[in-house]
């Protein structure tokens, strides 16, 4: 058997050449002085060799261990060359299924169905607060304590809220990973109760009474504005539809008026597609999901009203500014902060 003082002055002769410790095990020399631990045996009726690691990287008790465990292997009856391979091959695939990876597989796969804004908020998430973390690490590498710290850095900004829904996108990513065969677990969800708790929603200011309700209509009525923001306004409670989908609704939108008669009608119908709805990407084009708004006499007496002003452009209420922008997301809310 070798000893440590035979291997470390082992150097290149005029050609390579070995240095026999036991059971198969030797040191090969090159010419060059290159030293590596290498494993000769027999599998299968045939003689084989087994690299197991270079000098002095892997001294000669770990090449003695790694010898031992090839020697197990071959009393299970297993090839210790293919093994040696396919853990090379788990290693590499390892290596390759990182976190970033894996994440933007998911997200490819799910950006469809979301809409172009909730789809940015998703990757830029976790471009922001996971990948410089764990984004390089195999996905199998990470585990609770790594998924809690990276979650934590958030918690320390107080962002409480966006902790939770990062933690939700990172569970997603590994249950993925587990369905394509590159994960084994979801480390986040174990770590939900370690987080501290959403706090409560905070009480918005609301009309709950009717006669609070008639309260406002008459301060609207009284609060001078443009006419465009007054009828808006009068649309809006007469609808109670989105302040987003009042603003920029089309005229193509609204049904059963003949703007050129006075004449009430019962079949005025406000048909909202599903194009311009709140709701998943995949759903807009469905037609099943259009939203239809009945139009009572008053409604219509509102529309007829801006039709004289803005009848001939593409919107109910354009901007003042622009008639085929839609009036500001502000008008309203300004406006209202203006009565009270």
């Known amino acids: 058997m070798l000893t440590e003082m035979q291997v470390r002055n082992?150097?290149?002769?005029d050609k390579d050449y070995k240095l026999a410790d036991s059971d198969g095990l030797y040191l090969f020399v090159t010419a060059k002085g290159h030293?590596?631990?290498?494993?000769?045996?027999?599998?299968?009726?045939?003689e084989r060799r087994l690299v197991l690691g270079a000098y002095p990287q892997l001294s000669l008790r770990e090449a003695r261990d790694r010898k031992a465990d090839a020697r197990l292997l071959l009393r299970e009856g297993r090839d210790p060359g293919i093994e040696a391979v396919k853990a090379r091959v788990e290693r590499a695939v390892a290596s390759a299924n990182t976190f970033e990876a894996l994440a933007r597989g998911w997200y490819g796969l799910q950006e469809s169905r979301w809409t172009l804004v909730h789809a940015r908020d998703v990757i830029t998430s976790l471009e922001r607060e996971v990948f410089p973390w764990v984004g390089k690490l195999p996905i199998t590498e990470?585990?609770?304590?790594?998924v809690l710290s990276v979650l934590r850095?958030?918690?320390?900004?107080?962002?409480?809220?966006?902790?939770?829904?990062v933690r939700q996108r990172m569970s997603a990513v590994f249950v993925h990973a587990?369905?394509?065969?590159?994960?084994?677990?979801?480390?986040?969800?174990?770590?939900?109760?370690?987080?501290k708790p959403v706090p409560r929603a905070r009480k918005r200011p609301a009309l709950v009474s009717v006669e609070a309700l008639h309260d406002m209509i008459r301060k609207t009525e009284a609060e001078p504005a443009s006419p465009l923001t007054k009828l808006a306004s009068r649309?809006?409670?007469?609808?109670?539809?989105?302040?987003?989908?009042?603003?920029?609704?089309?005229?193509d939108e609204i049904e059963g008026i003949d703007w050129r008669s006075e004449d009430a009608t019962s079949e005025a119908l406000w048909r909202v597609p599903a194009s311009r709805m709140k709701l998943m990407l995949d759903l807009k084009s469905d037609a099943g999901f259009e939203h239809l708004v009945p139009l009572s006499p008053q409604a219509v007496a509102v529309l007829r009203a801006a039709y004289v002003l803005t009848g001939r452009g593409p919107l109910v209420f354009p901007s003042n500014r622009?008639?085929?922008?839609?009036?500001?997301?502000?008008?309203?809310?300004?406006?209202?902060?203006?009565?009270?």
């Not at 082992?10 to 002769?13: I, S, T």
């Open 35 to 46: 030293r590596s631990w290498r494993m000769k045996y027999r599998f299968a009726g045939r």
């Open 178 to 195: 587990i369905a394509e065969g590159a994960g084994t677990r979801d480390p986040a969800a174990i770590v939900t109760k370690a987080l």
């Open 10 to 13: 082992a150097k290149g002769r």
């Open 142 to 146: 990470i585990d609770e304590p790594m």
């Open 322 to 340: 622009n008639a085929r922008v839609a009036m500001s997301e502000n008008t309203l809310s300004y406006f209202y902060n203006r009565c009270g």
């Open 153 to 165: 850095k958030i918690e320390k900004r107080g962002a409480i809220e966006t902790a939770h829904r």
């Open 235 to 251: 649309f809006l409670a007469l609808t109670a539809q989105r302040p987003g989908m009042i603003r920029a609704l089309p005229w």
